[in-house]
């Protein structure tokens, strides 16, 4: 328990070192650069964090990660579309109607429901072929892990005007 705290401690740190650099990156190097540096980052911390998290057994864990794989895939494909909207959101910035800001929000709102909808999909994978416990800590984990990463967005993007 002592080390997942202190896991969780580390990935709130890591993320806070490294937003603030997301306005200059952004402009610097490109948005598309930086979100591509941040997934191959974030990839490897998750990673890491879910297995020490997930507490499986040599016999569980390449069960559990066969099944992550297709997860992480469906997950990717709707960081894509989130990361569009937020790219859309930044170009509009300064010229946004209300139709772009409706456009933006209700984008915003079917992603997060995909998101919860692919969880819920995979927990009742989890638990049909590892377990509801298993199961329960792989949402858990990836919530707890979902909740930290909207928060250093949510802290990074200014509100509309």
Excluded: H
């Excluded at 040599?58 to 066969?66: G, I, L, R, V």
């Amino acid at each position: 328990m002592r080390n997942c705290r202190a896991v969780w401690v580390l990935v709130a740190a890591a993320c806070l070192i490294a937003g603030p650099g997301w306005a200059q990156t952004a402009s610097e190097k490109g948005v598309q650069t930086y979100i591509d540096l941040m997934r191959k980052d974030m990839r490897k911390e998750k990673q890491s964090i879910v297995d020490q998290a997930m507490q499986l057994d040599a016999a569980q864990k390449s069960q559990f990660w066969s099944i992550y794989a297709d997860y992480q895939v469906a997950l990717d494909a709707i960081w894509d579309q989130r990361f569009a909207n937020i790219k859309a959101y930044a170009d509009n910035i300064d010229k946004m109607t209300d139709e772009t800001a409706n456009k933006l929000a209700v984008t915003m709102m079917d992603l997060e429901a995909q998101r919860s909808a692919l969880r819920r999909k995979y927990f009742n994978v989890y638990k049909e072929k590892m377990g509801v416990r298993t199961a329960a800590r792989f949402l858990q984990v990836e919530f707890s892990l979902a909740c930290l990463i909207d928060l250093q967005l949510a802290s990074e993007i200014p509100l509309i005007e």
